[in-house]
């Protein structure tokens, strides 16, 4: 680990934690942390990264035990709570509470990457321009700036051009997106901005970079559940690149994290030795 000054990290993750609440096909149900802060600082702490992490949470937060940092309490708000129903055509999430959004007033460390990983709009565009300012690599993940509720408190996306946030493409380094959101961007438009990372489950990720474009296979393996999987990825990319990895190998990093994710239901725990190596222990 290196010894950096003080208000300095080599990772920030920004994001606010969840209640999870996941309903599975025959009717049994799981309640656990989420949120993919939650899920990103257990990757980046199990490949031994220096990193700190700003988040919000209510007075009700249920885990803070099973937290790999310190949130902070907003006693007048309700952690941000998501309630995940599998259905033969995928699942239908509802928000029942949301917590504080992050300002750019909570950011106060410098970082070398940052990584913007909203739930549901908490991390405002004000708040990414300021990341962009404290950071030398910003990385987002699109699901936290296309995601709004419907009238039924059902999340649902919208085209980001549609958004706040459209006029921020141009601040990020590296934008996650996955194969259900590729509708809601112009893919032509943003990877003149950006390079996008478009996550594809068992089948990988996409590179699109502003000339060019690659794919990278991520290994079989078999899957108890997804969720958190592409917030596993993105920090294993980040962790990447902080070692110094090339974006290819931060990809293929980012690939076996978020396999490994899918392979117990809610938060693992990493335990990684060095990047390079697959990581060999994890566990619920």
């Not at 209640?19 to 600082?41: F, N, P, R």
């Not at 992050?102 to 739930?119: F, K, M, R, W």
């Not at 996550?199 to 000339?211: A, F, H, I, L, P």
Request: with cysteine.
């Amino acid at each position: 680990m290196s010894h950096l000054p003080f208000n300095t990290t080599d990772i920030l993750i920004v994001g606010n934690p969840t209640h999870d609440v996941i309903v599975q096909k025959d009717g049994s149900k799981y309640e656990g942390l989420g949120g993919a802060v939650s899920y990103a600082a257990s990757v980046v702490k199990g490949l031994k990264q220096n990193f700190r992490a700003v988040s919000k949470v209510g007075g009700d937060f249920k885990y803070l035990d099973q937290c790999s940092f310190s949130p902070e309490k907003i006693t007048n708000f309700q952690t941000t709570c998501f309630i995940n129903h599998d259905h033969p055509n995928g699942r239908i999430f509802s928000v029942p509470a949301q917590c504080a959004p992050i300002s750019p007033d909570d950011i106060h460390h410098q970082a070398h990457i940052a990584l913007a990983c909203g739930v549901i709009g908490e991390v405002l565009a004000e708040t990414l321009a300021r990341l962009r300012q404290q950071s030398k690599i910003l990385i987002g993940d699109i699901q936290g700036l296309i995601r709004r509720l419907n009238s039924s408190g059902e999340v649902v996306h919208t085209d980001i051009k549609s958004t706040p946030f459209h006029v921020s493409m141009h601040l990020f380094d590296f934008l996650k997106v996955n194969e259900e959101e590729l509708p809601f961007i112009d893919i032509a438009l943003c990877r003149k901005k950006t390079t996008i990372l478009v996550t594809r489950g068992e089948d990988g990720c996409t590179v699109y970079e502003q000339k060019s474009e690659y794919h990278v296979q991520t290994p079989p393996r078999p899957s108890i559940d997804s969720t958190g999987a592409g917030d596993c990825f993105l920090a294993g990319f980040a962790s990447g690149l902080n070692r110094g990895l090339t974006t290819r190998e931060a990809v293929n990093l980012g690939n076996t994290c978020g396999g490994l994710a899918t392979q117990t239901m809610g938060v693992p725990k990493f335990e990684v030795f060095r990047v390079g190596q697959t990581p060999s222990k994890y566990a619920k």
